[in-house]
Structure formats: structure tokens, C-alpha cells
């Protein structure tokens, strides 16, 4: 249940981060509705931690094991964080595009998300190793599904949010 709870409070987050960030480059000025990119910077710092207490959970690492874990895993955050800045500047630039989109905003659209599902799928690949270093195999699965689960469920909640084009 524990584990639920903070998988909806990740999706939550996530869910509030998409919603601000259509509805700042989408809504009319009249409607009052401005995010910063700081305060969705914060949500997306938050909606991280969230991801590594869950993980911290999951795995039950011994404190030998942790010391040598989470260096690894803080550099692989600061990788996947890059995709994410990606991904966010994405749907800024569909929510600015959306009301008056061409033909040929929408391939360079589907273009750039073609290019970034390959890049992050590349990074899960090249991380592997880096991670098989500092954990035993089935650690290392777990560590892999529990990325895998939440990143999908982080996916869920932004394609929902994300209307589709007109």
C-alpha cells in the first residue's frame, strides 16, 4: 500500500508538471495561468526524490552496498534529468505550436520524439554495465524494473495530460 501510495504521489507530481507546463505556453494571458520553469524545476526535483525513496525501499541495499550504488545511481539521474529537460522543452514546444500547428511543425514533432524515445532507450542500454559493476545480477534486474515501472507510470500520466493534435 506504502508503495502505491507514493507511485500516485510521483504520478500526481508529474501530472501537475505537464498541466503547468501546456497551460503556461498554451492559455491566453487573460487567464491568469503562469509557471515558471523554476517552479517546474522544483516539481520535477521533487517528483526525483520521490523515484529514489521508492528505489531506496525496493532494493534494501546493505549500507556496503549503498556506498557503492547510489554514486552510480546519481550520475545516471543526471543523465536521464538531460532527456527529461529535453522531453519538457518538447511540450513547450507543442503547447506553443498547438492552436496554429503546420504540417511541418508536426513532423519536426514527431521527429524530435522519435529521436529522444531512441536516446533514452541507447541510455538504458549503456548503463547497464555501470550498474552490473556495483550490483549482482538481480539487483541489478530490480534496480532496472523498478526504473522501468516507474518511468513507465511517469509516461502514463504525461501522455494523459498531453491533448492531441488538432
Known amino acids: ?5 507514493i ?4 504520478g500526481t507530481s508529474l501530472l501537475l508538471i505537464q498541466s503547468a507546463a501546456f497551460a503556461q505556453t498554451s492559455e491566453t494571458p487573460a487567464s491568469g495561468s503562469t509557471v515558471s520553469d523554476q517552479d517546474i524545476q522544483l516539481l520535477r526535483s521533487d517528483i526525483r ?31 536521464t534529468t538531460k532527456l527529461g529537460d529535453a522531453s519538457y522543452a518538447l511540450v513547450k ?16 514533432l514527431v521527429n524530435k520524439m522519435a529521436a529522444l524515445d531512441v536516446q533514452t532507450a541507447t541510455l538504458r542500454q ?26 513507465l507510470l511517469l509516461d502514463v500520466q504525461f501522455a494523459s495530460n498531453i491533448p492531441m493534435v488538432k
Not at 507511485?7 to 510521483?10: F, G
Open 7 to 10: 507511485a500516485l504521489v510521483l
Open 126 to 151: 549503456q548503463w547497464i554495465p555501470k550498474f552490473r559493476k556495483v550490483l549482482t545480477g538481480k539487483q541489478a534486474a530490480l534496480f532496472y524494473q523498478l526504473d522501468r515501472r516507474i518511468n
Open 93 to 108: 514546444e507543442y503547447a506553443q505550436s498547438y492552436n496554429d500547428m503546420t504540417d511541418a511543425q508536426a513532423d519536426s
Open 1 to 5: 500500500m506504502k508503495k502505491l501510495l
Open 49 to 79: 526524490s520521490h523515484k529514489k525513496q521508492i528505489i531506496a525501499q525496493s532494493m534494501k541495499l546493505t549500507d556496503a552496498e549503498g556506498a557503492k550504488f547510489w554514486p552510480v545511481y546519481d550520475a545516471y539521474t543526471q543523465e
